[in-house]
């Protein structure tokens, strides 16, 4: 059962609660391996189902449009404290209401439509807001694009440096959602200050290990930092900006008037407990437990045969070629779905295949470990991921079905917040 209970939803909307239910038990018996989920503390959904979705209040504490602030603004400001205590910064934003708007924020501060920004290309890694075609940031804005290198799948700083050079953007975006790697973010801030761009880390996925010191910090290095809360650092969904003192204003500006109205203050709570969460020594362990569970994952996947783009991973997330195993990562990742293993299918860097129909997967260990387990499961994990890729190029239904058996067994002794 859902936890907390949701006995007035149970009453006044069945239908709806059964879903939500479903839901909960879905999650508790598939390993989730989608690289930008992850599981909440039922503290912070306690915090985002609770009275302060009843609020507006545009503008920043201390400067609202909107009377009655006495406790929305005392909570505003917890939360940007603990988060510039978290991150090390002069400046957080917490009312961007995700990723995506809060990099839109970014380019509405320090940009203008038809500037040239740059970013890392979709795929090769890198995010739709840093300049994809299909994105708003692609069209409004002349983006040049970098990518990894072909032998090594890792980025390509050399590549960066020449495009940089070349086009002068007045942005650089570094991060990204398939990037198994380190970022190096030292390399990327030369190359800003040599060509004269405000360096933009987007740490969305890695905003968790970075905060528990298993990722290298952006900060000193990148004027202008985003993430969502909701990946690794394991809040509710949202976003931040972070930033020095010098960006802090214009920062502020974009995201409210430029952009958006009133902040989502039932988000900003349940924003304000995780970061607080983050804070404790516990987080630290988490976050080790989280790159050392993904490096278990791919070599045992590599003993599999599996190949692994960029031959390993430094952080939570890796990214498989399944060419070499016969089969598209569309129809693996549907397949491993029903042998309850949930993951992504996803372009590999140079894919010959098309986005809708890729040639890889991509998984990641931020939920698992979250529900306890470690690196002793992991080769389980591999051998599961391995049959169902097996059983799904051999139509063998029936071992897709066992493996899903032998998955909500091993699960049923690790306990999942949000359900009892
Ligand atoms: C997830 C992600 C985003 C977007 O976040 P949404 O909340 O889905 O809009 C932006 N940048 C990166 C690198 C991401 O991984």
Redesign the pocket.
Known sequence: MHEPGIPHLTAADPELATLVEGEAKRQFEKVRLIA?ENYVSTAVLEATGTVLTNKYSEGYAGKRYYEGQQFIDQIETLAVDRAKALFGVDHANVQTY??????LAVYLALANPGDTVMGMGLPAGG?L??GWNVSATGKWFRAVQYGVRKDTGRIDLDEVREVARAERPKLIFC???AIPRTIDFPAFAEIAREVGAVLVA?I??IAGLVAGGAHPSPVGHAQVI?T?T??TLRGP?G?MLLSDAEHAKALDKAVFPGLQGGPHNHTTAGIAVALREAAQPSFAEYAAAVVANAQALAGALQERGFDLVSGGTDNHLILIDLTSKGIGGKPAAQAMDRAGIELNYNTVPFDPRKPFDPSGVRLGTPAVTTRGLGVDQMPQLADWIDRAVQAASAGDESAIEKVAAEVRDLLAAYPMPGWA
């Open positions: 930008s995700s990723g995506s708007p809060a990099n995010h807001t840093h991060g990204g959602t987007d969305a996925h985003t969502t909701h990946k969904r976003a």
